[in-house]
Protein backbone atom coordinates (compact mmCIF):
# COMPACT_ATOMS: atom_id res chain seq x y z
CA UNK A 1 0.00 0.00 0.00
CA UNK A 2 0.77 4.01 -0.81
CA UNK A 3 0.55 6.02 2.05
CA UNK A 4 0.19 10.14 1.47
CA UNK A 5 -1.05 13.59 3.36
CA UNK A 6 -3.00 15.54 1.26
CA UNK A 7 -2.85 19.55 2.66
CA UNK A 8 -5.41 21.80 1.26
CA UNK A 9 -5.97 25.32 1.94
CA UNK A 10 -9.37 27.13 0.66
CA UNK A 11 -8.74 26.08 -2.90
CA UNK A 12 -5.32 24.85 -3.27
CA UNK A 13 -4.01 21.80 -1.91
CA UNK A 14 -0.67 19.57 -2.05
CA UNK A 15 -0.11 15.80 -1.89
CA UNK A 16 3.13 14.49 -0.04
CA UNK A 17 3.84 11.17 -0.36
CA UNK A 18 4.92 9.67 3.25
CA UNK A 19 5.70 6.00 1.64
CA UNK A 20 4.64 2.25 1.41
CA UNK A 21 3.21 -0.24 4.26
CA UNK A 22 2.52 -3.61 3.97
CA UNK A 23 -0.47 -4.29 5.97
CA UNK A 24 -0.06 -7.83 7.74
CA UNK A 25 -1.95 -9.97 10.35
CA UNK A 26 -1.76 -8.44 13.80
CA UNK A 27 -2.50 -11.20 16.76
CA UNK A 28 -2.36 -8.45 19.03
CA UNK A 29 -5.74 -6.74 17.79
CA UNK A 30 -8.96 -8.73 19.32
CA UNK A 31 -10.57 -8.14 15.94
CA UNK A 32 -8.32 -9.88 13.89
CA UNK A 33 -8.84 -13.31 12.44
CA UNK A 34 -5.49 -14.51 14.28
CA UNK A 35 -5.44 -13.11 17.50
CA UNK A 36 -4.11 -15.17 20.20
CA UNK A 37 -4.95 -14.00 23.72
CA UNK A 38 -1.71 -14.83 25.28
CA UNK A 39 1.57 -13.26 25.46
CA UNK A 40 3.80 -15.67 26.14
CA UNK A 41 2.68 -17.52 23.20
CA UNK A 42 2.43 -14.36 20.93
CA UNK A 43 5.96 -14.00 21.81
CA UNK A 44 6.43 -17.85 21.12
CA UNK A 45 4.63 -18.33 17.93
CA UNK A 46 5.26 -14.50 16.39
CA UNK A 47 8.04 -12.68 17.50
CA UNK A 48 11.01 -15.73 18.30
CA UNK A 49 12.95 -16.29 14.97
CA UNK A 50 14.64 -19.46 16.49
CA UNK A 51 13.37 -22.66 17.59
CA UNK A 52 13.70 -26.40 18.03
CA UNK A 53 12.57 -29.03 15.84
CA UNK A 54 11.67 -32.67 17.48
CA UNK A 55 13.54 -35.89 15.38
CA UNK A 56 14.94 -39.19 16.54
CA UNK A 57 12.66 -41.88 18.05
CA UNK A 58 9.67 -41.90 20.33
CA UNK A 59 11.95 -43.23 23.07
CA UNK A 60 14.91 -40.91 22.09
CA UNK A 61 13.55 -37.60 20.95
CA UNK A 62 15.98 -35.35 19.33
CA UNK A 63 15.95 -31.41 19.75
CA UNK A 64 17.70 -30.14 16.80
CA UNK A 65 17.92 -26.22 16.47
CA UNK A 66 16.84 -23.96 13.95
CA UNK A 67 16.73 -20.55 12.96
CA UNK A 68 13.54 -19.12 11.55
CA UNK A 69 14.76 -15.60 10.85
CA UNK A 70 10.96 -14.07 10.12
CA UNK A 71 12.20 -10.71 10.36
CA UNK A 72 15.89 -10.55 8.39
CA UNK A 73 16.12 -8.90 5.61
CA UNK A 74 14.61 -9.41 2.39
CA UNK A 75 12.51 -12.21 3.85
CA UNK A 76 9.27 -9.97 3.81
CA UNK A 77 9.59 -9.36 0.57
CA UNK A 78 10.23 -12.73 -0.14
CA UNK A 79 6.99 -14.39 1.18
CA UNK A 80 5.30 -11.95 -0.78
CA UNK A 81 6.56 -13.23 -3.88
CA UNK A 82 5.86 -16.41 -2.61
CA UNK A 83 1.76 -15.55 -2.90
CA UNK A 84 2.98 -14.04 -5.89
CA UNK A 85 4.36 -17.16 -7.28
CA UNK A 86 1.03 -19.23 -6.83
CA UNK A 87 -1.19 -20.13 -9.50
CA UNK A 88 -4.06 -18.73 -7.41
CA UNK A 89 -2.32 -15.10 -8.18
CA UNK A 90 -1.16 -16.41 -11.74
CA UNK A 91 -4.73 -17.18 -12.85
CA UNK A 92 -6.61 -14.42 -11.33
CA UNK A 93 -4.47 -12.02 -9.32
CA UNK A 94 -7.25 -9.80 -8.11
CA UNK A 95 -9.50 -12.35 -6.44
CA UNK A 96 -6.21 -13.84 -4.95
CA UNK A 97 -5.45 -10.37 -3.51
CA UNK A 98 -9.01 -9.73 -2.17
CA UNK A 99 -8.81 -13.16 -0.48
CA UNK A 100 -5.51 -12.60 1.08
CA UNK A 101 -6.94 -11.54 4.53
CA UNK A 102 -8.31 -14.58 5.08
CA UNK A 103 -5.12 -16.81 7.64
CA UNK A 104 -7.11 -20.37 6.16
CA UNK A 105 -6.42 -19.37 2.77
CA UNK A 106 -2.99 -18.05 2.92
CA UNK A 107 -2.11 -21.07 4.76
CA UNK A 108 -2.87 -23.46 2.25
CA UNK A 109 -1.52 -21.07 -0.55
CA UNK A 110 1.82 -21.80 1.93
CA UNK A 111 1.50 -25.14 2.34
CA UNK A 112 1.20 -25.81 -1.57
CA UNK A 113 3.84 -22.98 -2.60
CA UNK A 114 6.58 -24.10 0.41
CA UNK A 115 6.87 -27.42 -2.09
CA UNK A 116 7.35 -26.95 -5.98
CA UNK A 117 5.68 -30.22 -7.22
CA UNK A 118 2.78 -28.04 -8.55
CA UNK A 119 4.26 -24.86 -9.24
CA UNK A 120 7.44 -22.09 -8.61
CA UNK A 121 7.41 -23.34 -4.67
CA UNK A 122 10.22 -23.14 -2.97
CA UNK A 123 12.11 -26.47 -1.78
CA UNK A 124 12.32 -29.97 -3.83
CA UNK A 125 11.88 -33.24 -1.67
CA UNK A 126 13.99 -35.97 -2.00
CA UNK A 127 14.02 -38.89 0.07
CA UNK A 128 16.25 -41.42 -1.09
CA UNK A 129 19.90 -40.11 0.11
CA UNK A 130 20.99 -38.93 -3.32
CA UNK A 131 21.92 -35.32 -2.66
CA UNK A 132 24.87 -34.94 -4.81
CA UNK A 133 23.33 -32.76 -6.99
CA UNK A 134 22.06 -30.59 -4.00
CA UNK A 135 22.21 -30.13 -0.51
CA UNK A 136 21.29 -33.22 2.34
CA UNK A 137 18.15 -32.00 4.11
CA UNK A 138 20.10 -33.38 7.02
CA UNK A 139 22.44 -30.27 6.60
CA UNK A 140 20.06 -26.86 6.70
CA UNK A 141 19.76 -25.32 9.95
CA UNK A 142 17.55 -22.22 8.86
CA UNK A 143 15.60 -21.04 6.60
CA UNK A 144 16.54 -17.79 5.70
CA UNK A 145 19.48 -18.99 3.59
CA UNK A 146 16.68 -21.63 1.71
CA UNK A 147 14.37 -18.49 0.97
CA UNK A 148 17.08 -16.40 0.08
CA UNK A 149 18.35 -19.18 -2.56
CA UNK A 150 14.96 -19.40 -4.15
CA UNK A 151 14.67 -16.06 -5.10
CA UNK A 152 18.43 -15.66 -5.66
CA UNK A 153 17.92 -18.37 -8.64
CA UNK A 154 15.11 -16.97 -10.26
CA UNK A 155 12.33 -19.06 -7.97
CA UNK A 156 13.82 -22.12 -9.02
CA UNK A 157 13.34 -24.74 -6.17
CA UNK A 158 16.18 -25.08 -3.87
CA UNK A 159 17.54 -29.28 -3.36
CA UNK A 160 16.68 -30.58 -1.13
CA UNK A 161 14.34 -31.00 1.64
CA UNK A 162 12.24 -33.46 4.01
CA UNK A 163 9.30 -32.36 6.26
CA UNK A 164 10.90 -30.75 8.97
CA UNK A 165 12.88 -28.62 5.91
CA UNK A 166 9.05 -28.01 4.78
CA UNK A 167 7.86 -27.21 8.15
CA UNK A 168 10.35 -24.98 9.46
CA UNK A 169 10.38 -22.84 5.79
CA UNK A 170 6.67 -22.73 6.16
CA UNK A 171 6.84 -21.62 9.83
CA UNK A 172 8.94 -18.87 8.79
CA UNK A 173 6.53 -17.98 5.87
CA UNK A 174 3.58 -17.67 8.35
CA UNK A 175 4.76 -16.02 10.98
CA UNK A 176 6.46 -13.58 8.84
CA UNK A 177 2.50 -12.79 8.01
CA UNK A 178 2.13 -11.94 11.83
CA UNK A 179 -0.03 -15.52 11.80
CA UNK A 180 0.86 -18.05 15.10
CA UNK A 181 2.59 -20.78 13.59
CA UNK A 182 4.43 -23.67 15.50
CA UNK A 183 6.68 -26.79 14.00
CA UNK A 184 5.30 -30.15 15.23
CA UNK A 185 5.93 -33.27 15.26
CA UNK A 186 3.99 -36.62 15.43
CA UNK A 187 6.06 -39.77 15.99
CA UNK A 188 5.29 -42.82 14.19
CA UNK A 189 3.32 -41.13 11.38
CA UNK A 190 0.46 -43.35 9.51
CA UNK A 191 0.74 -41.85 6.11
CA UNK A 192 -2.35 -44.04 4.60
CA UNK A 193 -2.43 -43.68 0.82
CA UNK A 194 -6.50 -45.31 0.20
CA UNK A 195 -7.98 -43.56 3.26
CA UNK A 196 -9.16 -47.03 4.91
CA UNK A 197 -7.29 -45.64 7.94
CA UNK A 198 -5.09 -48.80 8.15
CA UNK A 199 -1.83 -49.45 8.02
CA UNK A 200 -1.05 -53.07 5.93
CA UNK A 201 2.33 -53.87 5.58
CA UNK A 202 4.16 -57.54 4.71
CA UNK A 203 6.87 -59.01 6.25
CA UNK A 204 8.74 -62.28 4.75
CA UNK A 205 9.45 -65.25 7.42
CA UNK A 206 12.86 -63.45 8.31
CA UNK A 207 11.38 -60.24 8.97
CA UNK A 208 11.92 -58.01 5.77
CA UNK A 209 9.54 -55.29 4.90
CA UNK A 210 8.18 -56.19 1.65
CA UNK A 211 6.96 -53.68 -0.35
CA UNK A 212 4.12 -54.28 -1.68
CA UNK A 213 2.16 -51.48 -0.39
CA UNK A 214 2.49 -47.65 -0.36
CA UNK A 215 0.94 -47.55 3.07
CA UNK A 216 4.14 -46.49 5.03
CA UNK A 217 4.85 -45.65 8.84
CA UNK A 218 7.25 -42.80 8.93
CA UNK A 219 9.30 -42.86 12.03
CA UNK A 220 8.66 -39.09 12.59
CA UNK A 221 6.57 -36.67 11.24
CA UNK A 222 6.13 -32.37 10.98
CA UNK A 223 3.74 -30.32 10.12
CA UNK A 224 2.59 -26.59 11.24
CA UNK A 225 -0.11 -25.57 13.36
CA UNK A 226 -1.45 -22.28 12.81
CA UNK A 227 -3.67 -20.13 15.16
CA UNK A 228 -6.94 -18.43 13.11
CA UNK A 229 -10.56 -18.58 13.33
CA UNK A 230 -12.72 -20.43 10.47
CA UNK A 231 -15.35 -18.65 9.85
CA UNK A 232 -16.04 -21.02 7.30
CA UNK A 233 -17.03 -23.27 10.01
CA UNK A 234 -18.23 -23.68 13.29
CA UNK A 235 -16.71 -21.93 16.55
CA UNK A 236 -15.53 -24.90 17.95
CA UNK A 237 -13.12 -25.56 15.51
CA UNK A 238 -11.25 -22.07 15.82
CA UNK A 239 -8.19 -22.26 16.81
CA UNK A 240 -5.00 -24.10 15.97
CA UNK A 241 -4.56 -25.80 12.35
CA UNK A 242 -2.81 -28.02 10.66
CA UNK A 243 -0.68 -27.24 7.32
CA UNK A 244 1.01 -29.58 5.80
CA UNK A 245 3.82 -28.50 3.02
CA UNK A 246 4.84 -32.10 2.85
CA UNK A 247 3.79 -33.32 -0.51
CA UNK A 248 2.08 -36.95 0.11
CA UNK A 249 -1.24 -36.65 -1.57
CA UNK A 250 -3.02 -34.07 -3.14
CA UNK A 251 -5.64 -32.21 -2.09
CA UNK A 252 -8.36 -30.63 -4.51
CA UNK A 253 -6.02 -31.65 -7.13
CA UNK A 254 -2.51 -29.89 -5.26
CA UNK A 255 0.14 -31.09 -3.31
CA UNK A 256 -0.84 -29.17 -0.38
CA UNK A 257 -2.71 -30.44 2.92
CA UNK A 258 -5.25 -28.07 5.55
CA UNK A 259 -5.85 -26.40 7.61
CA UNK A 260 -7.61 -29.01 9.41
CA UNK A 261 -8.90 -28.02 12.77
CA UNK A 262 -6.99 -29.60 15.77
CA UNK A 263 -10.11 -29.99 17.31
CA UNK A 264 -11.93 -31.68 14.39
CA UNK A 265 -9.40 -34.27 14.12
CA UNK A 266 -9.64 -35.26 17.74
CA UNK A 267 -13.34 -35.30 17.58
CA UNK A 268 -13.47 -37.59 14.45
CA UNK A 269 -14.96 -35.19 12.59
CA UNK A 270 -13.65 -36.29 9.20
CA UNK A 271 -16.19 -34.01 7.13
CA UNK A 272 -14.35 -30.43 8.09
CA UNK A 273 -12.17 -28.83 5.80
CA UNK A 274 -9.46 -29.04 4.75
CA UNK A 275 -7.99 -32.58 4.70
CA UNK A 276 -9.21 -33.97 8.52
CA UNK A 277 -9.26 -37.47 7.42
CA UNK A 278 -5.66 -37.62 6.06
CA UNK A 279 -4.65 -36.16 9.30
CA UNK A 280 -6.81 -37.90 11.28
CA UNK A 281 -4.97 -41.65 9.91
CA UNK A 282 -1.67 -40.00 10.95
CA UNK A 283 -2.15 -40.16 13.83
CA UNK A 284 -4.47 -42.99 14.43
CA UNK A 285 -4.47 -45.28 11.84
CA UNK A 286 -4.53 -49.13 12.73
CA UNK A 287 -1.32 -51.18 11.93
CA UNK A 288 -2.08 -54.72 10.86
CA UNK A 289 0.90 -56.47 9.47
CA UNK A 290 1.20 -59.84 7.63
CA UNK A 291 4.24 -62.15 8.08
CA UNK A 292 5.13 -64.42 4.57
CA UNK A 293 5.33 -68.17 5.28
CA UNK A 294 7.99 -69.69 3.11
CA UNK A 295 5.15 -72.11 1.88
CA UNK A 296 3.35 -68.84 0.88
CA UNK A 297 0.67 -68.45 3.41
CA UNK A 298 0.75 -65.33 5.61
CA UNK A 299 -0.27 -64.85 8.92
CA UNK A 300 -1.88 -61.92 10.75
CA UNK A 301 0.44 -60.25 13.51
CA UNK A 302 -0.07 -58.31 16.31
CA UNK A 303 1.95 -55.80 17.66
CA UNK A 304 2.38 -52.94 20.29
CA UNK A 305 3.62 -50.25 18.30
CA UNK A 306 0.67 -47.59 17.35
CA UNK A 307 1.20 -45.02 15.91
CA UNK A 308 0.50 -41.14 16.72
CA UNK A 309 2.55 -40.87 19.58
CA UNK A 310 4.41 -37.90 22.09
CA UNK A 311 3.05 -35.51 19.66
CA UNK A 312 5.78 -32.51 20.44
CA UNK A 313 6.41 -28.75 19.72
CA UNK A 314 8.61 -26.16 21.57
CA UNK A 315 7.39 -24.71 25.17
CA UNK A 316 6.69 -21.08 24.92
CA UNK A 317 9.52 -19.52 26.04
CA UNK A 318 11.72 -22.34 26.96
CA UNK A 319 14.32 -24.60 24.94
CA UNK A 320 11.91 -28.25 26.49
CA UNK A 321 9.34 -30.15 24.50
CA UNK A 322 5.94 -29.83 25.11
CA UNK A 323 3.61 -32.83 24.32
CA UNK A 324 0.36 -31.51 22.98
CA UNK A 325 -0.49 -35.18 21.96
CA UNK A 326 -3.74 -34.80 23.61
CA UNK A 327 -5.02 -32.14 21.47
CA UNK A 328 -4.87 -34.41 19.00
CA UNK A 329 -6.45 -38.29 20.83
CA UNK A 330 -8.57 -38.49 23.85
CA UNK A 331 -7.06 -41.67 26.03
CA UNK A 332 -6.99 -44.63 24.62
CA UNK A 333 -9.64 -47.06 25.88
CA UNK A 334 -11.87 -43.48 26.89
CA UNK A 335 -15.39 -43.24 25.59
CA UNK A 336 -14.27 -39.97 24.32
CA UNK A 337 -12.14 -41.74 22.19
CA UNK A 338 -14.92 -44.46 21.02
CA UNK A 339 -16.97 -41.81 20.51
CA UNK A 340 -14.80 -40.18 18.34
CA UNK A 341 -13.79 -43.12 16.30
CA UNK A 342 -17.14 -44.00 16.11
CA UNK A 343 -17.84 -40.35 14.00
CA UNK A 344 -15.01 -41.05 11.82
CA UNK A 345 -16.64 -44.37 10.95
CA UNK A 346 -13.08 -46.29 12.38
CA UNK A 347 -12.98 -49.58 13.96
CA UNK A 348 -10.16 -49.73 15.79
CA UNK A 349 -10.91 -53.14 16.74
CA UNK A 350 -8.80 -53.64 19.82
CA UNK A 351 -6.00 -56.76 19.96
CA UNK A 352 -6.49 -59.92 21.43
CA UNK A 353 -4.04 -59.50 24.81
CA UNK A 354 -1.60 -61.34 25.22
CA UNK A 355 -0.73 -60.58 28.95
CA UNK A 356 -1.89 -64.55 30.04
CA UNK A 357 0.38 -65.68 27.39
CA UNK A 358 3.54 -65.24 25.44
CA UNK A 359 4.73 -61.71 25.02
CA UNK A 360 7.90 -59.74 23.39
CA UNK A 361 9.38 -56.25 23.50
CA UNK A 362 12.83 -55.01 22.24
CA UNK A 363 14.63 -52.63 25.10
CA UNK A 364 17.93 -51.35 24.29
CA UNK A 365 21.12 -50.65 26.23
CA UNK A 366 22.67 -47.30 27.07
CA UNK A 367 25.46 -45.83 24.66
CA UNK A 368 24.32 -46.35 21.89
CA UNK A 369 26.77 -43.95 19.88
CA UNK A 370 27.98 -43.66 16.38
CA UNK A 371 31.07 -44.95 15.88
CA UNK A 372 30.59 -48.09 19.15
CA UNK A 373 28.83 -51.71 19.02
CA UNK A 374 26.25 -51.97 21.32
CA UNK A 375 23.41 -54.64 21.65
CA UNK A 376 19.72 -54.48 21.46
CA UNK A 377 17.82 -57.40 23.20
CA UNK A 378 14.48 -59.30 22.56
CA UNK A 379 13.10 -59.42 25.84
CA UNK A 380 10.19 -62.93 26.01
CA UNK A 381 7.87 -63.54 28.69
CA UNK A 382 5.97 -66.37 28.98
CA UNK A 383 3.03 -66.28 31.33
CA UNK A 384 1.54 -69.75 31.49
CA UNK A 385 2.44 -72.69 33.38
CA UNK A 386 3.75 -74.59 31.07
CA UNK A 387 7.47 -74.16 29.14
CA UNK A 388 7.07 -72.82 25.71
CA UNK A 389 8.79 -74.01 22.77
CA UNK A 390 9.99 -71.74 20.62
CA UNK A 391 12.57 -70.02 17.20
CA UNK A 392 13.51 -66.99 17.07
CA UNK A 393 14.19 -64.69 14.28
CA UNK A 394 16.00 -61.62 15.68
CA UNK A 395 17.49 -58.90 13.28
CA UNK A 396 18.67 -55.11 12.46
CA UNK A 397 18.61 -53.15 9.32
CA UNK A 398 18.95 -49.59 8.64
CA UNK A 399 16.01 -47.31 7.80
CA UNK A 400 15.20 -43.89 7.05
CA UNK A 401 12.72 -41.88 8.32
CA UNK A 402 9.80 -42.77 6.23
CA UNK A 403 10.35 -46.58 6.69
CA UNK A 404 12.99 -47.74 3.57
CA UNK A 405 14.82 -50.64 4.76
CA UNK A 406 18.49 -50.35 3.91
CA UNK A 407 21.01 -53.17 4.63
CA UNK A 408 21.41 -55.84 7.18
CA UNK A 409 23.62 -54.80 9.89
CA UNK A 410 22.75 -57.64 12.81
CA UNK A 411 21.27 -61.42 12.36
CA UNK A 412 19.89 -64.01 15.27
CA UNK A 413 18.73 -67.12 13.73
CA UNK A 414 17.50 -69.52 16.62
CA UNK A 415 16.25 -72.77 16.17
CA UNK A 416 15.00 -73.38 19.78
CA UNK A 417 14.29 -71.57 22.66
CA UNK A 418 12.71 -72.58 25.32
CA UNK A 419 10.63 -70.10 27.35
CA UNK A 420 10.55 -71.91 31.01
CA UNK A 421 6.67 -71.70 32.38
CA UNK A 422 6.43 -67.74 34.29
CA UNK A 423 10.13 -67.12 33.33
CA UNK A 424 11.57 -64.56 30.73
CA UNK A 425 14.30 -65.16 28.63
CA UNK A 426 16.33 -62.16 27.09
CA UNK A 427 18.43 -62.99 23.74
CA UNK A 428 20.60 -60.26 22.52
CA UNK A 429 22.12 -58.92 19.83
CA UNK A 430 25.36 -57.62 18.76
CA UNK A 431 24.75 -54.51 16.27
CA UNK A 432 28.35 -53.99 15.16
CA UNK A 433 29.81 -50.62 13.60
CA UNK A 434 31.69 -51.78 10.86
CA UNK A 435 28.13 -53.30 9.83
CA UNK A 436 25.83 -50.27 10.07
CA UNK A 437 28.10 -47.65 9.02
CA UNK A 438 28.21 -47.80 5.56
CA UNK A 439 24.10 -48.20 4.79
CA UNK A 440 23.37 -45.59 7.49
CA UNK A 441 21.25 -42.74 5.88
CA UNK A 442 22.24 -39.40 7.87
CA UNK A 443 19.35 -39.97 10.47
CA UNK A 444 21.41 -42.53 11.82
CA UNK A 445 17.90 -44.82 12.21
CA UNK A 446 17.98 -48.71 12.65
CA UNK A 447 14.91 -50.82 12.53
CA UNK A 448 15.23 -53.80 14.95
CA UNK A 449 12.85 -56.36 14.34
CA UNK A 450 12.07 -60.05 16.62
CA UNK A 451 9.83 -62.57 15.10
CA UNK A 452 8.98 -65.38 17.33
CA UNK A 453 7.48 -68.69 15.84
CA UNK A 454 6.00 -70.80 18.71
CA UNK A 455 6.32 -74.61 17.35
CA UNK A 456 3.38 -76.17 19.07
CA UNK A 457 0.45 -73.62 18.11
CA UNK A 458 2.35 -71.83 15.05
CA UNK A 459 1.90 -68.53 16.29
CA UNK A 460 4.07 -66.01 15.40
CA UNK A 461 4.68 -63.01 17.45
CA UNK A 462 6.38 -60.10 16.42
CA UNK A 463 8.44 -57.01 18.16
CA UNK A 464 9.46 -53.97 16.38
CA UNK A 465 11.43 -50.84 17.68
CA UNK A 466 13.40 -48.15 15.40
CA UNK A 467 16.61 -46.84 17.60
CA UNK A 468 18.24 -43.80 17.35
CA UNK A 469 22.35 -43.85 16.97
CA UNK A 470 23.52 -40.61 18.68
CA UNK A 471 26.45 -38.81 16.87
CA UNK A 472 28.60 -36.54 19.10
CA UNK A 473 27.68 -33.87 20.88
CA UNK A 474 29.38 -30.34 20.15
CA UNK A 475 30.52 -27.97 22.93
CA UNK A 476 30.03 -24.43 22.14
CA UNK A 477 32.18 -21.87 24.66
CA UNK A 478 31.35 -17.59 24.37
CA UNK A 479 34.49 -16.21 24.94
CA UNK A 480 34.33 -12.16 25.52
CA UNK A 481 31.43 -9.99 26.73
CA UNK A 482 28.20 -10.34 25.31
CA UNK A 483 27.56 -6.82 23.83
CA UNK A 484 25.53 -6.12 20.57
CA UNK A 485 28.01 -4.54 18.14
CA UNK A 486 31.19 -5.96 20.09
CA UNK A 487 33.35 -8.73 18.87
CA UNK A 488 32.56 -12.29 20.10
CA UNK A 489 34.57 -15.55 20.06
CA UNK A 490 32.40 -18.95 19.96
CA UNK A 491 35.10 -21.93 20.70
CA UNK A 492 33.51 -25.16 19.13
CA UNK A 493 35.10 -28.33 20.02
CA UNK A 494 34.10 -31.99 18.99
CA UNK A 495 35.71 -35.28 19.73
CA UNK A 496 35.67 -37.84 16.49
CA UNK A 497 34.51 -41.20 17.83
CA UNK A 498 34.91 -43.25 14.90
CA UNK A 499 37.45 -45.56 14.29
CA UNK A 500 38.34 -43.86 10.82
CA UNK A 501 39.88 -40.51 10.75
CA UNK A 502 37.56 -37.71 9.31
CA UNK A 503 38.04 -35.66 5.91
CA UNK A 504 36.48 -32.32 4.33
CA UNK A 505 35.76 -31.56 7.95
CA UNK A 506 34.07 -28.14 8.23
CA UNK A 507 32.12 -26.13 10.91
CA UNK A 508 28.96 -23.66 10.15
CA UNK A 509 27.14 -21.42 12.68
CA UNK A 510 24.63 -18.89 12.43
CA UNK A 511 22.71 -16.75 14.83
CA UNK A 512 19.64 -14.61 13.91
CA UNK A 513 21.43 -11.23 15.48
CA UNK A 514 24.52 -12.88 15.83
CA UNK A 515 25.90 -13.45 12.44
CA UNK A 516 25.59 -11.70 9.35
CA UNK A 517 24.59 -15.16 7.68
CA UNK A 518 26.59 -18.40 7.67
CA UNK A 519 29.82 -18.21 8.65
CA UNK A 520 31.93 -21.23 7.93
CA UNK A 521 35.04 -22.95 8.75
CA UNK A 522 37.12 -25.44 7.22
CA UNK A 523 39.88 -27.88 8.91
CA UNK A 524 42.97 -27.67 6.93
CA UNK A 525 43.79 -31.17 8.24
CA UNK A 526 41.94 -34.74 9.01
CA UNK A 527 40.29 -35.16 12.34
CA UNK A 528 42.28 -38.56 13.34
CA UNK A 529 40.56 -41.36 15.43
CA UNK A 530 39.31 -40.41 18.69
CA UNK A 531 41.04 -36.93 18.55
CA UNK A 532 39.65 -34.05 19.81
CA UNK A 533 39.27 -30.88 17.62
CA UNK A 534 38.74 -27.33 18.35
CA UNK A 535 38.01 -24.09 16.10
CA UNK A 536 37.15 -20.31 16.68
CA UNK A 537 35.06 -18.29 14.96
CA UNK A 538 34.52 -14.77 15.13
CA UNK A 539 31.39 -13.02 15.00
CA UNK A 540 29.64 -9.61 16.17
CA UNK A 541 26.16 -9.60 17.60
CA UNK A 542 24.22 -6.56 15.84
CA UNK A 543 20.78 -7.44 17.96
CA UNK A 544 20.65 -7.92 21.66
CA UNK A 545 18.77 -10.01 23.64
CA UNK A 546 18.05 -13.99 23.58
CA UNK A 547 19.55 -15.11 20.81
CA UNK A 548 20.66 -18.53 19.86
CA UNK A 549 24.26 -19.24 17.74
CA UNK A 550 22.96 -22.69 15.60
CA UNK A 551 26.31 -24.97 14.41
CA UNK A 552 26.47 -27.72 12.10
CA UNK A 553 29.31 -30.10 11.53
CA UNK A 554 30.08 -32.16 8.20
CA UNK A 555 32.31 -34.53 7.02
CA UNK A 556 32.65 -37.10 4.80
CA UNK A 557 31.95 -39.85 7.28
CA UNK A 558 30.28 -38.07 10.06
CA UNK A 559 27.54 -35.59 8.92
CA UNK A 560 24.67 -33.61 9.71
CA UNK A 561 26.08 -33.18 13.37
CA UNK A 562 24.05 -30.47 15.36
CA UNK A 563 24.58 -28.43 18.26
CA UNK A 564 23.40 -24.94 19.36
CA UNK A 565 23.79 -22.81 22.93
CA UNK A 566 21.72 -19.95 23.70
CA UNK A 567 23.57 -16.57 24.35
CA UNK A 568 21.92 -12.99 25.63
CA UNK A 569 23.42 -10.11 24.59
CA UNK A 570 23.46 -6.83 26.37
CA UNK A 571 22.68 -3.86 24.87
CA UNK A 572 24.70 -1.42 23.35
CA UNK A 573 26.03 1.13 26.43
CA UNK A 574 24.40 4.35 25.43
Not at 179 to 202: G, K
Not at 302 to 319: A, E, L, Q, R, Y
Not at 379 to 391: A, F, L
Request: charged letters at 25%; proline letters at 5%; hydrophobic letters at 35%.
Amino acid sequence: YNMSMENSMGYEGTSFHLGTFTLLFNPWCPDDSVFLDNEEQRNEYVLNQQGLVFQGTQELINPVPWNFGQFEDDILEICLLILDKSPKFQKDSKRDCSRRKDPAYIGRVVSAMVNCNDDQGVIAGRWDDKYDDGISPMLWIASVDILKRWKKYGCQAVRYGQCWVFAAVACTVLRCFGIPTRVVTNYNSAHDTNSNLVIEQFLDEQGRRQNKLRDMIWNFHCWVESWMTRPDLEEEFDGWQVLDPTPQEKSGGVYCCGPAPVKAVKEGELGMCYDVPFVFAEVNADVVIYVEQKDGSTKKTTHTSKVGKKISTKTPGKDTRDDITHNYKYPEGSAEERAAFKKANHENTPPPSDENGVIMKIKVSEGMNKGRDFDVYAVINNNTDRDRDCSLKFGARTVSNTGVIGDECGMKDLETVIIPAYGEKIEPLRIQYEKYSSSMTEENLIKVVALLYEKDSNDVILAMRDIYVKNPDIKIRILGEPVQKKKLVAELSMKNPLSEPLTGCSFMVEGVGLTNGQTVKHLDCPIEPQQDVKVRIDFVPQQCGLRKLVVDFESDRLKSVKGYRNVIIAPLPK
